[in-house]
Each structure stands twice: as C-alpha cells, then as structure tokens.
C-alpha cells in the first residue's frame, strides 16, 4: 500500500490545525493601526498596492472619505521641497474653523491636479484639468461630513480595528443638532470600544463627549480615568495617534480635577501627561 | 488599404475572442458585479450612493483595461504562433492591412467587452435606486477612447517582444500613468531647467488617465467635460494610436516570420 495518500492526509489534517491555531496570532500580525489622513498613502503599502484586505480595504475606504469631503477633488500633502520653497497649502474656506476638528490640516495640502500656472505640461494640463474633478481649491468648503458617516461605518464593519473610522465617526454624529446626536455617538464609540478594548482614543473620546457635550462629569471622569489607566500600561510602547490621545487623556484629566479643585489630581495627571511630552504648553500650566 | 481585408480581419478577431471565451471572463464579472451589489443592498446603500458609484467606475475601469491589454497583446503573438499568419499572408493583402485589422478588431472586442460591463453595472445600480447623471455618457465615450489608446500600445508592444512582456509594460504604462505624470511634475519643480525634458517625456508617454472622467461622474454637481475637451482627446487618440501602430508596423513589415 502506497504512503502518498496518507501523507496528504496528515498534512491536510496539519494544514487545518494551524488554520484552527492560526486566530492566536490575530493580535501579533494584525495589531490595530491607525491611518491619518494622506499619510494612509505613505504608511499603508496595502493602500497603494495590494495588501490584507481588511485593513487595505479600511485604508482605501478612509481615503475616499477625504476625497467625498471635497467633492471628488483629490488632494495631497505638501512636498518638502514646495514647503521650503514658500508653497502654501489650500487653506480652509467658510467652515475653516471647523477643521480644528481634525478632519485634515487644508494649510498643507494642495490639489493633485496642479493649477494650471503650476503646470509645465501645457494643453496636457489643460486637459486634464477639463476631464478630472479638479477645481480652484484657495478657500474651498467641504461637503457635510454626515455624508461620509456611512462610509466611516462601512470601514469599521470591514476593519474594527480601524480606530480612526471610531473616532472620526462618532465625531462626525456628534456634529448633527438633535438631542440623541452625542449618545448615539457614544454608543458608537463603545461598539468601537468593545472591538479595541486597548484603545486609548476611544476610550478618551468617550470620556471628552461625556464631560465635554453631556456635561455629566461623574461618567466622563469614569472613561478618562480608564484611558489613563491603559496609556500605563502601554507606558508609551505605542502608536503616534494612540500616544497624541493619552495626551489628550491627561489634558482632559486635569482640566477636569481644575473644574472640581482637586489640586493634588490635577497636577499628578498633568505631571504624568508630561512624561509624554515634555513641552506641552497645556499641560505645564495645568502642572503648576 | 483594403477595406474588405480589414473587415473580415476585425470579425475574425471577435470570433477568435468569442471562441477563445475571452468574453465569458466578462460576463463572469458581471455576475460578480450583480453578486457584489446583492450583497450591497443586503445592508442597504442609503448613503452610500457616492460609494457605490465609485466602486462601480473603479471595477469598470480596471476590468477593461485587463480585457484591452490581454486582448490587444495576443492577438499578433497568436497568429505567428499558431502560424495562422501564413495563409492570411498568402491573400492579398498587406502587413498593414492585417495589422490595422487586428488593431480594430482588438478594439471592437474592448468596447464589446466594456460595453457589457457598463450595461450590467447600470442594471445593478439601477435596481438600487442609484442614478447617474449625462456626464456618465461622457465617460463612456471617453473610456473608449482610451480603450483605443490601450490597445494600439499592446499591440505595438507585442511586435516587439513577448505577449507577457508587452502586457506587462502595457499594464504598467496604463496603469501608471497618473503616476509617471505626477513624478514628472515633482521632478519639474525640483528641477526647473529640465522642464524642456520633462515635457518631452510627458507627451511620449501614453497619457491613458486624461480619458478618465469617472470623478465627475462619481461625485455631485459636475458640470459635463467642455466639448473643446473631449474634441482634444479624440484628437490625441487619433494621433497617438496613429504614431503607436505605426511604431508596430515598422517593426512587423521586417519581420521574419
């Protein structure tokens, strides 16, 4: 009787093992990772190429969420040779203020399709500039972010792991005018929460929109002592975007402790947000 | 040129397609497109009209650059190989002849192809409730055009070298092509006195992007393309398809079969 069939048996039953095993090394390969904005196209191979599908699909779901804010204009950021060379972004227009809420930095950002007096390719520019979504950016205004909220929600259902589609998300509910707007966006938040427990930014979120929209101090205390406790954890082994929340964690923290004249808690969060980063300029006057 | 020659020659390429069921690869992505969208509307697509349009324009472009490319690379390699050149050789035509037939015909089995495709989609879309506005029968009408543009590259390439080589480079030349021309643009402002260089190379390379006005179809409020515009691009696929089967035929009128 011949080996080969019960060789090719135990490597299938080898082969299903180690897809039943394989799971366990979810969190080692797929560790959650964050994508801001334009530099999903730098950090983010998958976004240019082809990659695991999920974050790859998450990646390029979250960029065409910029492109639906400006209307299918493609944008990019600033070279280093245009920011040295005095090239200014497109800046913000009416709703300029608006992009403090993080959606994208317009002062360092210009349009793919170059302006036509930026353009060495004549009637090619030209062109092009006829047949792409392209228009003149200076001072723009972008469409309601509402409109890209089912995409945020389609990214998450792809990648759970995407925080930045929690967050910007729930940013984005939190925007609309009605009453249940902040506890849907909580409630959206805690869906995210509940798929990346280790989350500071979500959980520091939750915390802000509490204190912050809800006024309920007690509750929003709650969260952002818990983001606190896993920025301790992480003690600073962690992601760019994740350590910019722990900051905002210990801002919020003591700007909280202020408000109840807790002193003592006051100057230990802002004293610990500090060993995060040395030079914020809140932080050291909420230390004093 | 013989007109009749390059007829028969156009329909034997569509024939050759139909029964190399290269056209079944189209409708296999139809069903997967009709599948995708079944699955879309299991979740519901309010709000994701914008999406879904993208994602269909995207999917369309892609597929039909494949089917262009594959198609238009093959249809001269085949023939030698399979030394079915020789008895059409023996007829009287030209090299010219059978090469602008094959060209055509390679084109007619892209359009056929992306014709499908966009009819499909719309069904899909459709069922869904998603509209698209006048400036979509622009981005047919363009994608044709750039279908044409495609397929005289392949077919250039493929007198020159392999089937796999030349739709490697096509591939990469098509798809590319957004990027090259960006590249240009940055090494222009870092190199301001090279322009003249860069320009040059610009108009060299196949600018298969310009032919993409699947952003204004996707998104909201875009006025059509100028008709100066689409007159500019019927132009250059005329005169770039033009200079490309001409750089094949040069090759494969001194070709030893």
Redesign the interface.
Known sequence: MTRGPFLVGGLVLAGLAAGSLAPSLGPETNPPTRVTGMEAHETQAGASLLGQFRTTAAAW?YL?ADL?LH????MRAL?D??RR?GHHGVGGGEDAHHNSDKLHDDSSIVT?V?DKDE??????G???R?????RDMKGHDHNDPS?V???FR?TTWVDPSFITGWCLGAMVIARAEDKGAVDRAIAYLQEGRRANPDSIEIVTQIGTLNVARKADIAEGLKWLEQARSIARRQDKKTTLSEAEAAVETYRWLALVYKHQKRTKEQHAAAAEGLAWVPDDKVLKRLAK | MKLVAVRALVRGVILESVRRKDLWVIAILGFLILAASGALGLFGVKGLEIFVKDLAVTVLGLFSVILAVLTSCRVLPDEIRNKTLYPLLARPISRLDLLVGKYIGAVAVSWLGFLALVGLTAVALLAFGVHFDLVMAQYVVAKMMGLAVICAIGLCLSAYMTPNAASTLSFLLVLGSTVFTRALQMASAELPSMTWAFRALNAALPQTHLFDLGGRAVYVNWSPAPLWVMAALAGYMMLYVAATVGLGWLRFRRQAL
């Open positions: 779901m065409r639906y209307n299918g204009v493609e070279t040779a245009e060379s793919v170059p353009d060495f390719r004549g009637i090619f030209d062109i092009e006829g047949t792409a979504a392209y409109t909220l089912p995409l389609l």
